[in-house]
């Protein structure tokens, strides 16, 4: 039975879903959380439909086991990928990451360009055009897949000379088409906004799901009467592979928070 001590599940392909995770906490300090991280299988970005489907399925069905009360998919690719079925699935709300940043991609914009960058996976699945253009049919987007960005992040290369060059050589379009919103569409990108902004400049939004999700979590628990009002919230951590490294990078996104992580069998 669900109540408002259920947790929120949150899955990601990996360690980058911590980005998600972390604003929820901030949002939500009350909550419970569960999260995994799918390490063994990571990433995601460059998979198949078929397989980045059967992956988040298998992801829920894990946080569902444990009794959430919501699901958010953390991961871009995933969300792009299964959000919907996801949700014709499952019974409980199912969260994606897509939604809430097109949402404030549409209030940021003046002049109706919107850049976005994600994994392969996720721009060629097309969904934050969809998404946007669903929006706003006037909306012109430009989309860039960037999966250096993935490798660069979790090697805590956040802001020195590889990851000004990568920013240059994948974002160089974004200025020519003259965007004034850019949505980070991945998770681990949030932590390189210092170097796309200086890049860009100041004359460009960049959209940060991560915030916006939070923002819809607390709406969804609000609606559904099991938003928790007492105490400090726990937070737990599985992952399919390699825990130590999880804990050790996982720091870099939510600081002391990860304190351990149980690896399950995949
Ligand atoms: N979590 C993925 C996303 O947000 C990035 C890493 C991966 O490719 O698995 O799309």
Not at 79 to 99: C, H, K, M, W, Y
Not at 233 to 253: E, L, Q
């Amino acid at each position: 039975m669900l109540n408002k001590d259920s947790a929120i599940g949150v899955f990601d392909s990996g360690i980058g879903g911590l980005t998600v995770l972390h604003q929820i906490i901030e949002a939500l300090p009350r909550e419970n959380t569960v999260y995994l991280g799918d390490t063994a299988r990571a990433p995601y970005g460059t998979k198949s439909v078929e397989t980045v489907l059967r992956y988040s399925f298998e992801n829920s069905e894990f946080l569902i086991e444990k009794g959430v009360k919501i699901v958010v998919v953390a991961c871009n690719t995933s969300t792009a990928i299964a959000l919907s079925q996801l949700r014709d699935r499952f019974s409980i709300p199912v969260i994606g990451v897509i939604e809430p940043g097109v949402r404030r991609a549409i209030r940021s914009t003046r002049i109706n360009k919107v850049g976005v960058i994600g994994t392969e996976a996720t721009i060629q699945s097309g969904a934050y055009t969809h998404a946007l253009k669903a929006a706003n049919p006037a909306i012109e987007v430009y989309s860039r897949a960037c999966p250096l960005f993935v490798p660069l992040v979790e090697e805590g290369w956040i802001d020195n000379d590889v990851v000004e060059m990568t920013a240059k050589a994948y974002l160089q379009g974004f200025k020519q088409s003259g965007v004034d919103t850019l949505i980070l569409g991945c998770t681990h990108y949030p932590l390189l906004k210092k170097a796309i902004r200086r890049f860009l400049g100041g004359g460009v939004r960049l959209v940060d799901s991560a915030e916006e999700t939070a923002k819809e979590v607390a709406i969804v628990l609000r609606r559904i009467s099991v938003m928790r009002k007492n105490g400090k919230g726990t937070h737990s951590f599985f992952v399919t592979d390699a825990p130590d490294r999880f804990i050790k990078v996982g720091r870099r996104f939510l600081g002391e928070k990860v304190e351990s992580a149980v690896r399950i069998e995949r």
